[in-house]
């Protein structure tokens, strides 16, 4: 069995470094697919209220026989939600989907127009302590809005995820992430398959000087800099490649080359245009 390894975060608790992430997994196909990220050795799955696939994560999970203890499940607080009796309404909705007592780590999904972020931040503070979450972050936060959420809250959220692929390297919320003690995960961590990622010069090369996949050296880019990665695929065979990826190590000028990629560019939503 691979041994993914984990980060510590700023509530001290370890997070497996490499998971699985079910965006777009359709809802009658996710039970079997996560079945199969499971069998293939993931123990960190990432979901969402939104995306409807809770039930089945939580089919999957039930199915497995994997004690509780040795899971990491992460699943967020969608946009409508904000409000604090809603908030509650709505990690209770994702317990029940995900047949769990508590979720590992729970996230606001998104800051909205509206500005209700440091409202959202507070009713998961309010989670935490009854005990449904362990640990609390955000998604899709930015400086200004996690400046917001410190200046207010009684704890630093453990986690920002954010779109974060070569393409579109996000090095200033990292820093203030490192400055911080706020990990970063790394959403569309293959650029979504929306631009020619795995044909960059940097990529192919590495995949072939290592004997591997463009997919497994961006994987390998996003550990090898400290993110936290969840890659999503519906393909048995790629969801057990993309797990293999501890037995090569990229070298200080590969690394250095996929950087160089970095040129601003999102293939996701702007965090400051959500409503
Ligand atoms: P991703 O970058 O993981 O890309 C998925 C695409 O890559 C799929 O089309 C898949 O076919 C392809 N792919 C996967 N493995 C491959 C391989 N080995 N070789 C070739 N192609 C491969 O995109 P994603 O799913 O959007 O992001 C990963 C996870 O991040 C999601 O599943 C979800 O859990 C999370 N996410 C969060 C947010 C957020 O707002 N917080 C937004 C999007 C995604």
Do not use: C
């Amino acid at each position: 069995m691979t041994t993914v390894p984990t980060l510590t975060l700023n509530d001290g608790r370890s997070i497996p470094q490499l998971g699985f992430g079910v965006f777009l997994v359709d809802p009658d196909e996710t039970e079997r697919i996560v079945s199969d990220a499971l069998e293939a050795g993931y123990r960190h799955i990432d979901t969402a209220a939104i995306y409807r696939n809770e039930q089945g994560v939580g089919a999957a999970i039930a199915k497995s026989g994997i004690p509780r203890d040795e899971l990491w499940i992460t699943t967020k607080l969608w946009n409508d939600s904000h409000a604090t009796a809603k908030a509650h309404a709505a990690i209770d909705a994702s317990l029940e989907k995900l047949g769990l007592d508590y979720v590992d780590l729970y996230l606001t999904h998104w800051p909205t127009r509206r500005g209700d972020h440091v409202e959202a931040y507070l009713a998961l503070e309010e989670i935490k302590a009854a005990g449904k979450a362990r640990s609390i972050g955000v998604s899709n936060h930015t400086i200004g809005q996690l400046d917001e959420i410190i200046a207010a809250a009684s704890s630093v959220p453990v986690i920002n995820q954010i779109e974060l692929h070569p393409a579109f390297a996000q090095r200033e919320l990292r820093a203030y992430g490192a400055e911080h003690g706020i990990a970063i995960e790394s959403w569309g961590p293959l650029g979504q398959g929306k631009y020619d990622l795995f044909g960059e010069r940097a990529i192919s090369s590495a995949a072939e000087a290592h004997g591997v996949s463009p997919a497994q050296v961006v994987i390998r880019w996003h550990l090898q800099s400290g993110l936290i990665v969840f890659p999503k695929s519906n393909s048995r065979e790629r969801i057990a490649q993309n797990l293999d990826v501890f037995g090569f190590e990229l070298t200080p000028d590969e690394m250095a080359a996929i950087d160089a990629l970095d040129r601003g560019q999102r293939v996701g939503g702007d965090p400051l245009e959500v409503n």
